[in-house]
């Protein structure tokens, strides 16, 4: 009885509170989520829980009350989220949103993909903004009307049909800390308010494994189903098809038709159709290399994609709107020379697992065979990146326009769930793909000014050297992290930010929560990068596992920020502790998590202050290089740059980018000489050129197959712009190229140059033998050892060729030069005797020129 009378009381109050002037309802077409997909996350694209968390924010907005409620016929002012299967032509991500300025709101679509999308969208237009994941980077506006006051009809579709992250390696719930997965809903929420989605829910990646579980006994009957590894047909889960062999191709393309019909039936049809099911085949290498194989095939890509076409065909006899995926990468990165059929979706793997050609050419490739195509990339993995936020916005938008003009479908990422280390860089991307824009700088304004009001321009310059530059990407170091120069400025800015006056406590807490990052960013270079510590390390080994010890402590204190991909970044820095110091840190098991968030504000200040007190002296000014600096010294451009392959047989293959700044259109000319390959089988080609222009409106790719060959390469340069000349070799073959730059600067934006893979610092009588820096403005050049194991090798010279002294300074691992007085340009040169052991520049701007020597 008692439960009854709280059931008719909770209606009556409900009831009463539709009648209230400030209470408005937010009708919603009910629907039954599938249990399979309540903790997925389209289990958030259910209409009760959209309501729910557009009446939350519109509460916030208005300070009134929104209530969520049951849409029934007959309703008339409000909120409506409606679902209406006569609008699902309009698309699987497309909503209608209608209001009459006064009373109602519409928001209606086939599918809650399409719900959610237009509600999300309206409120970004309302003035919500979901910077990055939790409450404390949500701006909500103050709103007095949520109707306009005018009426109004709009189509909300998002632009590129695929925009999903995922989180590799996975997040998983943490004993005594986060038992209920709380920060990855936390993510899934915050995804789910920056429109992450997919017109056709997703694109799965490797089905080959669990075919060949599914069927083991059926291929161990007839072995001839799979190809021969060694020379033997033998069963494993990463087994692959033998395609000349009929029984099989058709045994795999059934049996994934009838996957595909068993996850058609059990899903909703409030959610769109997903009209890809995965024909890839098992990870891993070992294709079919038999004479017959090769002898039928050209290449690993005409054999998958002729297993695939089977699929496609197949499963379009089941429903004429379905089709299979299939991932161009490895072995099949390159377009076959076979017909795709059109209801095959290619997912291309460009910026890893190949060696096809460089990113950009192979993307032209497939966006010129199908039309049906989406790019796989990744961004800041935890494996290799340590939660490190390195990254060039600006390029990285240049990429995404490229991406638009080629119609790519859209892109799937693997990434972090770290706050700075990928956060920042997901919500720019998201918001492009959603609705393409213009200018990453003005985005980027935005950002700083919702976030942090008076404090913008500091924490915009520290953005700006965490996402927009290339400085620390593409180093080939193991461990690449911020130097003591820059972390010291990262503290200044922090420091100019929160001593703004007037900020209001939402601010401080996002100064606060870089504050954080910073503090372990000091902390990763301490223990992987600072020759001062690994110096000790090597003494005292102990000292690295209490300082492993400490930077675990600390980033797992911050686990509720989200700044962290904890369950990652564990794994990663645990690795070098002891066994029984390692299961300390396992969080399925240990009872260590139980409280170790406490006292967060204070532990960051606390940390705050030491690294300050370390590292604020050895801050240093920017140098900054622009474009008309670039410009003003073309003339002084080298006539010709040696520049060579090593370490061919370690490396097997490799390409890099060389950037440089084209004055005005013109010719680049690039000679070059292949040596014998060194690989113990050799596959395809030795070498490849390719130029393309900063915002990959040029890109002309040069391949060259034969071995003992030379040749030169003319390139015409159509504008003024920074662009990249890929130099490479594979099949373990040494390479040697001369560059005849012309009216073109040739530039390493870096603080070292490489130390392997490529020789970019000839000994022979080229004019790269040596290299210019930009002269800082003090008194002397200070630079660093790279290793705690090298010395000095570095030799540095006046523009106009003066030896110039180097000595050891009072600090360890470092080395000052004078700066001559009174020069006429901003340069100064050096040469190296190792190559291995170059310097790490300190207290200039982090840039090798290659210019004549000596200047005039």
Known sequence: MKKIQVCILSIFLIHCSYGQPDTTAIYYSPVTMPAFLQNNYYGLFDTKLLAADLAGLLTKATGKSFVPAVYKPGSKDGIFLILDSNKRSLGNETGLFETDGKKFIRITSGYTTGISYAMYSWLEQLGFHFYLPGEAWSVIPDLKTIYGNKKNKKIFKPFFRVRMFGASGGIFAVKGLDETSENEKDWRQWYLRNRMGCDYLRIDGHIGEAFNIANRKAIENDTLMIAPVKGKRVYSEGSKLDPTYKKGVDMFSSWIVDQFKKEKAMMPAFLPFKKYYSAEPADGLNYCHTAACEKQFKSISDQLFSITNEAARKIKMVDPLAGVSKMAYGESADTPGIRIEENVHIVVVPNSFQTTSTAADILQRWAHKSNNVSLYDYLNIGVGFYDKPFFNMYQYHHNLAFLKSLKIAGIS?????????????????????????????????????????????????????????????????????????????????????????????????????????TVYLCKYYELFCELKSLQEFTVTPLL???????????????????????????????????????EKWNYYSSDHFNGISNDVSLTVKNEFEKMKAKFLPLATPVYPVTDAFMAANVKNSA???????????????????????????????????????????????????????????????????????????????????????YLSQYNATHVSYVIYPGA?????????????????????????????????????????????????????????????????????????????????????????????????????????????????
């Not at 893979?757 to 022979?764: G, I, R, T």
């Open 639 to 725: 006539d010709s740059i040696r520049i060579s392959s090593i370490d061919e047989t370690a490396l097997g293959s490799f390409n890099y980018p060389i950037t440089f700044f084209c004055s005005k259109p013109g010719k680049l000319t690039v000679s070059y000489r292949t040596d014998s390959s060194k690989a113990l089988k050799k596959t395809g080609h030795v070498a490849i050129i390719s130029v393309e222009s900063d915002d990959y409106k040029f890109i002309k790719t040069n391949v060259i197959y034969k071995e003992n060959r030379k040749g030169i390469i003319i390139y015409q340069l159509p504008s003024k712009g920074h662009y990249r000349l």
């Open 413 to 517: 990422f693997e990434t972090s769930l770290s706050k700075f280390a990928s956060g920042i860089q997901q919500y720019f991307i998201l918001k492009y793909l959603c609705s393409p824009y213009q200018s990453v700088e003005l985005v980027l304004d935005d950002f700083c000014k919702n976030n942090f009001r008076q404090a913008a321009s500091p924490v915009k310059k520290l953005l700006k050297e965490w996402y927009f530059s290339d400085v620390h990407m593409k180093t080939n170091y193991d461990y690449p992290s911020f130097y003591e120069d820059e972390l010291g400025r990262f503290i200044q800015y922090i420091m100019e930010a929160e001593n703004k006056t007037g900020l209001d406590e939402a601010v401080k807490k996002r100064i606060g929560e870089l504050k954080a990052y």
């Open 744 to 856: 073109n600067l040739f530039y390493h934006n870096k603080k070292s140059i490489l130390m392997n893979a490529l020789l970019m610092q000839d000994q022979e009588n080229y004019p790269n033998k040596y290299l210019a820096i930009y002269a800082p403005t003090a008194d002397s050049l200070f630079f660093s050892n790279l290793y705690i194991g090298s010395g000095n090798t570095s030799r540095l010279y006046s523009a106009t060729g003066k030896p110039i002294k180097v000595n050891a300074t009072t600090q360890a691992f470092y080395n000052a030069a004078a700066v001559p007085k009174g020069q006429k340009n901003n340069f100064l040169f050096y040469e190296n005797s190792l190559y291995r052991w170059p310097p790490v520049l300190k207290n200039t701007a982090p840039y090798y020129f290659f210019l004549k020597y000596p200047l005039p």
């Open 544 to 582: 690295r596992n209490e300082k492993t010890e400490d930077i675990l402590t600390y980033t797992w204190k911050l686990y509720h920020t989200k700044i962290f991909h904890n369950t990652q970044l564990s794994d990663m820095l645990k690795r070098t502790l002891p066994k029984e110091q390692q």
